[in-house]
């Protein structure tokens, strides 16, 4: 969970910086998708897509995600949706009412690629945990030491 | 070699530096003064991070403006009493005080917000080229002019007018006519 903001209205944005979880990726790859439940009505208009879905591309993505257990749950008079959980214990849900069966292909792979790490507005769009080993830029670095004996000169000039 | 602590304040330490008004545009000289006081001329610029630097002006009364800026730029003056804002033209605000022009100049020049006010509390400017020791003492670097000042004519050397290109060298008994 993010920081929760002290006075935070609905329309509050947390912001935070980049993060990994564990610097997942640098070596080897683990997927943060644990669990993907679809939740939707078989006989309702909206949840027509899911039915799409479910009929053409499920059993592609079950086999090309062996890591990733999948549900299917049809219920009566609910509105479709995507639950996904993540290692770390977030629960992402998405909602899919009216949408096709290609964009929910899309919002299911977008699931799978993220870290569960909740979405903030980004402070800085980079980040590194290994610091420059020249050592941090000082207003000394690079300076031209003839900027000191034109200031020597000048100070010379005044007219005191 | 510094720690890593230290080595962070040396990066935001405060340069003082020196800048000559001597007959340089007032406009373009506040808008080159306010990219040190902000800190935009440093690579590690942020406008969250206070990284401005001190900005130490002499010679403001010989500052300079183009065309009959000086008769027709008109600055508002609060006479401290109720109603009474008039407006100086720059030329009297000058002869009340030879650093307010620049000193608005900058004022205006700078960003509007909350930082605005103490910026301006980084900004010395002196009359002439008297500074105090104290912040004599602290003097780091010379801010580029924006253009070179003229050389009058007195202050050119004996060799310098001899070699100066000539189109014709008048006789010796040359009198020009009134």
Partial sequence: MANLIVGATGRTVTSGFLKSVLQNGTGRYVCQLQRITLKFCKASGQSRGVRDYVENHLLDFAAANPGVVVYVTPKPEIHARLVAEYLNGEVHTVFVDKKSAEEIKQHVQSLVWRSGLPLVRLRKTQHTETPSIQGQWTPFTNRPASSTVALEERLKRLKT | ?178
Wanted: charged residues 30%; proline residues 8%.
């Fill in chain 2, 1 to 178: 070699m510094a720690s890593r602590v230290q080595q962070h304040w040396l990066t935001f330490s405060r340069m003082w530096l020196l800048c000559d008004a001597r007959w340089q545009p007032a406009p373009e000289l506040a808008k080159r003064i306010c990219k040190y006081l902000e800190g935009r001329h440093k690579p590690v610029y942020h406008p969250l991070s206070d990284c401005g630097d001190h900005v130490v002006v002499i010679n403001t009364k010989e500052v300079a403006f183009e065309k009959n800026q000086w008769e027709k730029k008109l600055y508002a003056v609060n006479t401290g009493y109720k109603n009474t804002m008039i407006a100086m033209s720059a030329k009297d605000f000058h002869r009340m005080d030879p650093t307010k022009v620049l000193e608005r100049e900058v004022y205006s020049e700078l960003p509007k917000n909350g930082q605005r006010k103490s910026l301006m509390t980084r900004l010395h400017l002196f009359a002439d080229e008297n500074i105090p020791d104290n912040i004599k003492e602290n003097l780091v670097d010379i801010i580029p002019p924006v253009m070179e000042p003229p050389k009058r004519l007195d202050e050119f050397t004996e060799e310098e007018k001899a070699s100066w290109p000539r189109l014709f060298i008048p006789p010796a008994d040359y009198k020009p006519s009134d």
